[in-house]
């Protein structure tokens, strides 16, 4: 099992600044791909971006250029930094996190509680 634990979210001003993190500890394996998405109200979940074990990042249109992934394999940390925020980044963020064994084809899928991102005057 791994344990996952969000935390940065918060309310914030449009074109602000906010920093998200998910810590994880437990039975990590030496495979590990993360990802952060969101989910706004009446909307369905959707990825933001995501960051491999190899460190190549993916991101979203609506986010390309504002939004950084980033990650700290000592800490088996990710990171989602937000900037320029607008009210449509308004939703529950969760992170994502998956595992495996070197040379395994069986992973373990894993998620966050989530934390709350508001952009609102």
């Not at 609506?62 to 992934?69: D, H, P």
């Not at 495996?100 to 991102?117: L, P």
């Amino acid at each position: 099992q791994v344990q996952l634990a969000e935390s940065g979210g918060g309310l914030v001003q449009p074109g602000g600044s906010l920093r998200l993190s998910c810590a994880a500890s437990g039975s990590i394996f030496s495979i590990n791909n993360m990802g952060w998405y969101r989910q706004a109200p009446g909307k369905q979940r959707e990825l933001v971006a995501t960051i491999s074990n190899g460190g190549s990042t993916n991101y979203a249109d609506s986010v390309k250029g504002r939004f950084t992934i980033s990650r700290d394999n000592v800490k088996n940390t990710v990171y989602l930094q937000m900037d320029s925020l607008k009210p449509e980044d308004t939703a529950v963020y969760y992170c994502n996190w998956n595992t495996r064994r070197y040379g395994s084809r069986t992973s373990y899928d894993y998620w966050g509680q989530g934390t709350q991102v508001t952009v609102s005057s």
